[in-house]
C-alpha cells in the first residue's frame, strides 16, 4: 500500500518519463533509416541540427494538437490515434525538410558534364543539365526516402502500440477507479449518462445516485471520491461544489449554455474587486478578413486536389440509378439566412418524398450502397467546398441545420438559435468531439463552446483534428439500447430513494 501512495504521488514524473522514451524511440526509429542516405544526418551540422530540431518541434508539436498523450483520461484507442496521427504530420515536415535541404548540398556537377557549384546550378533554370539533376535527384533520392519514411511510420506505429498499452496499464495499475456519486435533479436522461460513465470502469465505479435535496447528501459525497453534477440547480449547485471542493473531491459538471459562456470569460478588476467578463461577441474586423481569406484559399486549394475525386463520384451517383448527381437542400447559416447547401446525392431519388424533413438513422434504408461508401469518408460533402468558396460557409464553424429541423430544437433546446451567430460550417468543434448519435443539447453545447473561444489557432486546431473523425469507429455509431446492467443500477438506486 505504502508503494502505491509513492507511486501516486510520483505520477506525473512517471508519466514524463514515459512520454520522453517514447519521443526518443520515435526519433531513432525515423533517423535510424535515414542516415545512411543522407550522410549529413552522421554530424554535426546545418542539416543534422534543422532536421533533429525541426522533428521535435513537430512531433511533439502535432501530439499536442491532435490531443496528446492523455494516459489515464483516454482509452488506449484514443490515445494511439492522437499520437499516430501526430507523428506522421511530424515525420511529413522533417521529410520535407531534409530533402528541400539536401537539393541544396547535392554537388550538382556529379550529374553535369562541366563543373557547376551547387548554389549557382539551382540558380540557372536554362543550364542543359538541370532537368536532368533534378529527375536524378527525384529518383535517387526522394523515391527511395519515400519508402523509407513508410518503414519508418510502421516501426514508429509498433512503438506507440507498445507505449499505449504500456502506459495506461501502468497508470491503472497504480490508481484504482475512483468511487463515483452522481447527483442529479430528474431521472430523465440519467441513465444515459450512466452508460457513458461505466463505459470507462477503469476511471469511475459508479457507486451511487442521489437527488440534490436528499437530506443524506453530504455524508455521500464524503464516502465518494468522484462527483459528476447532472442538471442540479445553479443555486444548489453553487454550495454543493465548494463543499465538494472543501472535502479534495474530483467535480465534473455537465454544463449548460450559462456554463459555457461563464467558462470562456475572463477575470476583469473593477477598481479592486474581480469580476467575470463576457463581452466580446463576434469577430473583429481583422478575425473576418483573415477567416474569409482563410476560406477562399482553403477551399480553391481543396477543390483543386479533391477534383479527381469529386469526378468519380459523380460519375459512380450516376451510373449508379441515373439521377441527379448533386443534391441541394435549404439550410441556415449566420443571422439565420438560407441558403443552397450542395452535396453529392447519397439517398434514393425523393427519398423524403412520402416522409418529409428526417435526420439519417444508422442503416437507413434510404441511403444507396454508393452513399453508404460516400457517407463513410465523408466524401458526399466536398461539394460544400464551393459553398465556402462563394462565401455561405466557412471551413470551421457550426453545421448548418435545416429550418424545419431548427425549428423543432428551439422548441425544448431555445438556446439553439445561438450557433447562429457565426456561418455555418464544413467542420468544427461538435464535429470532431462528438459522435454520429450525441444529443442535440451535447452538439449545441460544443457548438457555443466554439462561438465563445474562437480565435483563427482553433480554426487551425479542428481543421487539423478533424482527420480523427476517420479513425473514430464511434464517428458514425448509431444509437445503442442501454444495456440491462445500466437500466438495473438505475432503477435499484431510484427505488431506495422512494
Known amino acids: 500500500m505504502k508503494r502505491i501512495k509513492i507511486a501516486t504521488k510520483l505520477e506525473k514524473t512517471f508519466l514524463f518519463i514515459i512520454k520522453f522514451f517514447m519521443i526518443v524511440l520515435l526519433f531513432c526509429a525515423f533517423f535510424s533509416l535515414f542516415y545512411k542516405q543522407i550522410p549529413q544526418l552522421k554530424t554535426i551540422n546545418r542539416t543534422s541540427i534543422i532536421s533533429f530540431g525541426m522533428f521535435i518541434v513537430a512531433v511533439c508539436g502535432s501530439i499536442r494538437i491532435y490531443g496528446g498523450f492523455p494516459v489515464g483520461k483516454k482509452n488506449v484507442s484514443d490515445i494511439r490515434n492522437s499520437v499516430i496521427l501526430g507523428t506522421l504530420v511530424g515525420d511529413v515536415i522533417t521529410f520535407l525538410t531534409m530533402y528541400i535541404m539536401g537539393i541544396s548540398s547535392t554537388k550538382y556537377y556529379e550529374f553535369s558534364d562541366e563543373f557547376v557549384g551547387p548554389i549557382d546550378a539551382l540558380s540557372n533554370d536554362t543550364h542543359p543539365s538541370f532537368s536532368m539533376f533534378v529527375n536524378h535527384y527525384v529518383q535517387e533520392k526522394v523515391i527511395p526516402g519515400l519508402c523509407l519514411l513508410l518503414i519508418a511510420f510502421s516501426i514508429q506505429i509498433i512503438i506507440i502500440w507498445i507505449f499505449a498499452k504500456f502506459s495506461n496499464a501502468i497508470y491503472f495499475k497504480f490508481n484504482q477507479p475512483k468511487k463515483t456519486l452522481i447527483i442529479y435533479s430528474h431521472e430523465k436522461d440519467l441513465p444515459v449518462l450512466v452508460s457513458k460513465i461505466k463505459k470507462s470502469p477503469l476511471r469511475w465505479k459508479l457507486t451511487q445516485l442521489v437527488k440534490y435535496d436528499d437530506i443524506k447528501i453530504g455524508r455521500k459525497i464524503r464516502g465518494n471520491s468522484a462527483v459528476f453534477f447532472f442538471n442540479v440547480p445553479r443555486h444548489v449547485r453553487t454550495d454543493l461544489i465548494e463543499f465538494c471542493y472543501k472535502h479534495n473531491k474530483d467535480i465534473y459538471i455537465y454544463p449548460d449554455i450559462s456554463d459555457i459562456i461563464i467558462y470562456s470569460s475572463s477575470t476583469l478588476l473593477v477598481d479592486d474587486t474581480a469580476v467575470l467578463a463576457s463581452t466580446d461577441y463576434g469577430m ?32 459512380a451517383i450516376k451510373l449508379y440509378d441515373k439521377g441527379p448527381i448533386l443534391y441541394k437542400q435549404k439550410r441556415l447559416t449566420k443571422d439565420a439566412q438560407e441558403f443552397n447547401v450542395f452535396k453529392f ?6 427519398a423524403e418524398k412520402h416522409t418529409g424533413a428526417m435526420i439519417a438513422k444508422k442503416n437507413d434504408s434510404r441511403i444507396t450502397p454508393i452513399g453508404k461508401f460516400l457517407r463513410r469518408f465523408r466524401i458526399d460533402e466536398l461539394p460544400q467546398l464551393f459553398n465556402i468558396f462563394k462565401g455561405d460557409m466557412s471551413v470551421v464553424g457550426p453545421r448548418p441545420e435545416r429550418m424545419e429541423i431548427a425549428e423543432e430544437y428551439q ?16 467542420t468544427g468543434l461538435a464535429q470532431i468531439m462528438s459522435k454520429y448519435n450525441t444529443t442535440p443539447k451535447d452538439k449545441l453545447t460544443l457548438d457555443i463552446a466554439y462561438i465563445q473561444q474562437y480565435s483563427l489557432w482553433l480554426d487551425i486546431k479542428i481543421i487539423l483534428r478533424t482527420l480523427i473523425v476517420f479513425l473514430k469507429s464511434d464517428s458514425t455509431e448509431g444509437n445503442k439500447k442501454l444495456s440491462k446492467d445500466v437500466i438495473e443500477f438505475v432503477e435499484n438506486e431510484l427505488n431506495k430513494q422512494k
Open 411 to 426: 422548441k425544448y433546446l431555445p438556446e439553439f438559435q445561438y450557433r447562429l451567430k457565426v456561418k455555418a460550417g464544413l
Open 345 to 350: 446525392r447519397s439517398m434514393i431519388v425523393n
Open 284 to 315: 473583429s474586423f481583422e478575425q473576418l478578413f483573415l477567416k474569409r481569406l482563410g476560406d477562399i484559399i482553403f477551399s480553391l486549394l481543396l477543390i483543386i486536389i479533391t477534383s479527381p475525386i469529386m469526378l468519380f463520384s459523380a460519375i
